[in-house]
């Protein structure tokens, strides 16, 4: 069974609406991140969740546009907000820690904002 | 702060012939090192990683990569490649510092690899 599923899986959204994508990991974790990663490029990280507080933004990113929940150790949400085409990317979703000695990605939600 | 170049943003090599994708890495502190797989339209599969134990990693599918300090190198290689391995590589690094900053990566631009019938 997955570790990490991501749900939706892909979607075509309309701009200036915003999607919030799921995160469920299979057991409990210290770590889970968000991270981005547009057409043809790498990966680059959003931010690190943290269980019942505020999410770590890095540089260039944005509570507002990426509003993050992690409600508990297992769950996390990553919210993108007043879409726009530039925005359509995969995003995926990483945990590790815990009874999780590594990291893991999930297999990422494909965003296409039309 | 961390980094990683990836040599080659594209390599491709004839069935069975060897694979060498090229990782160098920067840390002001001892790293953790990864390889990660992407097929297309997939997610990202873990290679092999290294942690501090052995320089020299296997990882699944016949790949491995030596971890080489004084080079700040840890290239992919696999000695003969199959049609199956074409896909994007993708090296990341992350530090061993407390806090969970372990598990947060910096990844290279990626390298894909073609392979010739």
């Known amino acids: 069974s997955a570790v990490i599923s991501q749900k939706p899986s892909r979607d075509i959204c309309q701009r200036g609406t915003s999607l919030t994508i799921q995160c469920q990991v299979d057991s409990q974790v210290t770590m889970m991140f968000w991270y981005r990663q547009q057409p043809g490029q790498s990966l680059t990280l959003i931010a690190t969740?943290?269980?019942?507080?505020?999410?770590?933004?890095e540089s260039g990113f944005v509570i507002d546009k990426f509003p993050i929940s992690r409600p508990n150790l297992t769950f996390s949400t990553l919210t993108v907000s007043n879409m726009s085409p530039e925005d359509s990317s995969i995003y995926l979703c990483?945990?590790?820690?815990?009874?999780?000695?590594?990291?893991?990605f999930g297999e990422g939600s494909w965003l296409t904002v039309v | 702060a961390q980094s990683v170049t990836q040599l080659g943003s594209h390599v491709s090599v004839s069935e069975g012939a060897l694979v060498l994708l090229r990782c160098n890495y920067s840390s002001s502190v001892p790293p953790y090192l990864f390889w990660y797989v992407q097929y297309p339209n997939q997610g990202l599969q873990l290679l092999l990683k290294?942690?501090?134990?052995?320089?020299l990693v296997k990882g699944i599918n016949g790949f491995e990569a030596e971890f080489k300090k004084s080079e700040t190198s840890f290239h992919l290689t696999k000695p003969s490649a199959h049609m199956s391995d074409a896909a994007e590589y993708f090296c990341a690094v992350s530090d061993r510092g407390g806090g969970g900053s372990n598990y947060k990566l910096t990844f290279g631009k990626g390298t894909l690899l073609t392979v010739n019938p």
């Open positions: 290294y942690t501090s134990a052995a320089t």
């Open positions: 990483s945990a590790g820690g815990g009874t999780r000695n590594t990291i893991y």
């Open positions: 969740a943290n269980q019942g507080s505020e999410a770590t933004y």
